[in-house]
């Protein structure tokens, strides 16, 4: 009676831990493996990253593998992947470029194949991702649960399309609380940058300049043509006729009596 009290209550507390967090499971194996990293748990709300480190601008499939029992439907759906620097999905109505990738050891299974299905709620293109490496060779890759996550483990896959056999690359997992802040864009630089007090004084330096010589071109002047002076009419005093009259006339009279004395 005893025992089975006992094994009641391991039941119980089983099930509380079940529903109240998420198992996210990336099996720790071979330093070269595509799901290696540690195991943990988030609830719901709460997010964790995927941090690839491989080769240099290098593009890898990143996907939750072994979900394709899942619904897709509010409460049963898998984590999405968050849209954030280097990370490239398929578009919810097709093409599915990086979905209908054959994985190595699928036995022709697509990634599509092996996510939970499309729903009216949720496209199933944010299951999976192309993730691409920096210049460093490392791309961090978030995944966030909600309140439709479901309760279940997970596991996820990475895997180089171009090399699918060769695992030459590590991956690590991260688990955030609900209150840390969400990625955005990129990533910050984890490697610490020492700032120098520099004193920096521009220096101008004077262009060139190349004088023209300048020509004046004499432009004849344009004269205009001389208008001939109107004669104005002379006026003549009103009393100059009389006095012409009276000039004549004391003419006249000396001629007549010259005439008469020379006769």
């Known amino acids: 009676m005893c025992g089975s009290r006992q094994l009641d209550t391991t039941l119980i507390i089983v099930m509380l831990l079940l529903a109240g967090s998420i198992i996210v499971t990336v099996p720790v194996s071979a330093i070269q493996s595509s799901e290696q990293s540690i195991s943990d748990s988030l609830t719901r709300g709460s997010r964790f ?5 491989g080769n240099p ?3 890898y499939y990143i996907w ?3 979900t394709s029992t899942m619904t897709g439907k509010q409460y049963d759906q898998p984590p999405i992947i968050s849209d954030t620097a280097g990370i490239v ?6 093409p599915y470029t990086i979905g209908s990738y054959q994985y190595n050891n699928g036995g022709g299974k697509t990634i599509r194949d092996d996510v939970a299905p499309s729903s009216a709620d949720m496209s199933d293109t944010n299951y999976y991702a192309q993730a691409t490496t920096d210049e460093r060779g490392q791309v ?3 995944f966030r649960t909600s309140v439709y996550t479901g309760l279940r483990s997970y596991s996820v896959k990475v895997e180089n399309p171009g ?3 060769s695992e030459n690359f590590r991956v690590a997992q991260t688990v955030y609380s609900r209150t840390a802040r969400p990625m955005i864009n990129t990533p910050a630089a984890t490697m610490a940058i020492p700032t120098h007090n520099v004193t920096y004084t521009p220096e101008y330096t004077p262009v060139p300049t190349t004088l023209l010589p300048v020509t004046t071109d004499s432009v004849p002047s344009e004269t205009s043509p001389e208008i001939p002076a109107t004669p104005q009419p002379t006026k003549k005093s009103p009393l100059a006729a009389p006095g012409m009259v009276l000039a004549a006339a004391a003419g006249a ?3 007549v009596r010259a005439v008469r004395f020379h006769s």
Not at 49 to 53: K, L, P, S
Not at 89 to 94: L, Q
Request: hydrophobic share 35%.
């Open 49 to 53: 990253t995927i941090t690839i480190t």
């Open 57 to 59: 601008n290098t593009a």
């Open 64 to 66: 939750l593998t072994g």
């Open 89 to 94: 999905k398929d578009p919810d109505g097709g």
């Open 140 to 142: 961090i890759v978030e």
């Open 163 to 165: 090399a699918p056999e």
């Open 253 to 255: 009279c000396l001629a």
